[in-house]
């Protein structure tokens, strides 16, 4: 088949360091940038950090900054400027008409990423209307995103009315994209249902983008879910079974990679794909142990489980692509976070250190099952479903007023059926 790929487009990248943020995390998070445009297909020619007191209100940079970009954009042939930070509609006009390339910013980046990867209906339902939601308020005046990218003559965008139709269209296609995500997540609800019919534990992998969740997945169900070395390579959440050392048989549940200055109403948009996360009995967090900045990613995630609500939700962190670590561990991680969080050293790549996650993981479950006798009054029935979603109901005893039973299931479901039946 002919390679009917478009030339590689050529990026310059910028990121502004501002009093109180730390060079080494300005940079790192420029790299990571960098990993970004790379996976969205872009070449980086080039890459810049500028130190100012704030943002420029009406150019983000300074002027000076903007001109030198200019002239490099002429040298290099860049395509495309894009910024580390989230811009305001006024300031990617500005620099668009100064520099004449196109002007992104971290969010529209991650956002064509995920218009590259999202597979399920669902996914891309989602990415349509995080663009959408994101394009609607810089939709304004004079060269509009719809029209902007004419270039030479022509190119001062539509007048108000041509503006209205189009702020008109974008929110029926809004409030239709809503609809039929809604729709799509009450089917979802179904499955799940039907899952919690076989009380089956739940374990989602969650972890920093690349980190090797897929890998994992793959290695301990047999899975064949896309893993590869770029960000945001797993966007649709996937279900497998796993059988347990002991015989025990649990879910495992893939999910779309965290990141550092991840906008709220992405992590809003990607609510449905982490819907997995919030409904786990327990959570894997994997870690790439061989990154310099395990740490920070490490926290980030941990800033996402906590959004969540699920930070308090009995984990197990896997220390992953131990098979790199030749120089000891990454300089912003100290042995002692290591220690302090119960986890377990593995390769996915290599298949190693996997028995001792299945035994952890095994043991994490009982901890946290527990037998436990509960008097259900009849005009409380309904709470039974707790048990039967959550657990299983081992014996039952009836008299004239309720129903007394015996249950094991997850401290969690546990604390809650309790607090349900005092209230
Ligand atoms: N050396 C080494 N590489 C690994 C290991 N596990 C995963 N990788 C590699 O890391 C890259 C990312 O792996 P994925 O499994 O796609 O990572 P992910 O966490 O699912 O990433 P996203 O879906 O993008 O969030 C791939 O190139 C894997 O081959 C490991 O144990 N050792
Ligand atoms: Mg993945």
Redesign the pocket.
Known sequence: MPDIKQEEEKAILVALELPGMKSDEVEESLNELSGLAQTAGAEVVDMYVQRRNRPDPATFLGRGKVAELAGVAGATGADILICDRELQPAQQRNLEQELGIRVIDRTQLILDIFACRAQTKEGKLQVELAQLQYMLPRLTGLGTQLSRLGGGIGTRGPGETKLEVDRRRIRKRISDLKKEIEEVRRHRELLRRGRKQVPLPMVALV?Y???????LLNILTGAEVL????????LDPTVRGMRLPDGDRVLLADT??FIQNLPHHLVAAFRATLEEVVEADVIIH?VDISHPRAASQMQAVEAVLESLEVAGKPRLTVY??A??LTGGLPEDLSGQDVADAEGVMV????GTGLNQLAQQLSVLLRKNRIKKTFYIPYHKSNLMHLIHENGKVLQAKHDPDGVEVLAEMGVVWAQRLESKLKG
Do not use: I, W
């Open positions: 972890g983008t690349n980190a090797g969740k897929s890998t893993a590869e070395d770029k960000l945001f390579a797993t779309v990679g994997v992953n692509k098979d790199r390769s996915a790549l290599q």
